[in-house]
């Protein structure tokens, strides 16, 4: 059984801050390192995937990063908003299978 | 272009009663199939994968059960529902390796009272 973790497990913030959270996952055996969005009553929405040491990638005001050797993956959003606010998902990836953290569930206050 | 289609969207089942949820995949052939419940105050599990027609992995040992029937459909099942099944069912579609990720149905939320 592979071992993702997400932390926090929940985070409320205030409109206009930046916030982020971490994913640790195996050094071994890696494939890719997904991250989604997933709003309550909704399909998880993929934001990036990530397969390569030292990947970078940026949509708006979210940005991930991640780190092989030591398995771990930083979400980053920048000038929270209301809107931001969902659980969001990493997924590790060996194989053609994903095992999914727990989540993080972000609440931006306005 | 792919779409996955999941229903019922809520449903509410007294315990004991059998159970089917429906998923089907249009717009592309041969998808990998999973199943996903999230228990309240849990991450996704996995229950269920399929790489082709009669072909079922089970994750986590249950009383629910998975049939694909044709290649693009995929139903998850249980004769007698216990409290504990209770949770948001999600299916997802993939081509093949995890570098591509899932693409989610909207999920069904099933309560077992």
């Known amino acids: ?110 | 272009s792919q779409t996955i289609h999941q229903w019922p969207a809520t449903l509410v089942q007294p315990v004991g009663s059998p159970l089917s949820l429906e998923c089907t995949v249009e717009g592309t052939s041969n998808p990998n199939l999973y199943w996903y419940r999230q228990a309240a105050g849990r991450g996704l599990q996995l229950l269920f994968y399929s790489v082709g027609i009669g072909q079922i992995s089970s994750e986590v040992p249950q009383n629910l059960s998975a049939s694909r029937p044709q290649d693009r459909q995929f139903i998850l099942s249980s004769k007698k529902l216990l409290l504990s099944d209770s949770g948001f069912y999600l299916c997802a579609w993939s081509v093949g390796l995890s570098n591509y990720g899932y693409t989610f149905g909207s999920g069904t939320r099933l309560t077992v009272v």
């Open chain 1, 1 to 110: 059984i592979l071992n993702v973790e997400q932390s926090p497990q929940s985070l409320h913030v205030q409109e206009g801050d930046s916030t982020n959270f971490t994913c640790s996952f195996p050094s071994s055996n890696f494939y890719a390192l997904h991250w989604y969005r997933w709003e309550t009553a909704k399909s998880p929405e993929a934001l990036f995937v990530m397969t390569l040491n030292g990947d970078e990638k940026k949509k708006g005001r979210i940005s991930a990063t991640l780190n092989t050797k030591e398995g771990y993956s930083y979400l980053y959003i920048k000038g929270s908003q209301p809107e931001d606010s969902a659980t969001y998902l990493c997924a590790f990836g060996a194989g053609n299978m994903l095992t999914f953290g727990g989540g993080t569930r972000l609440m931006v206050k306005p």
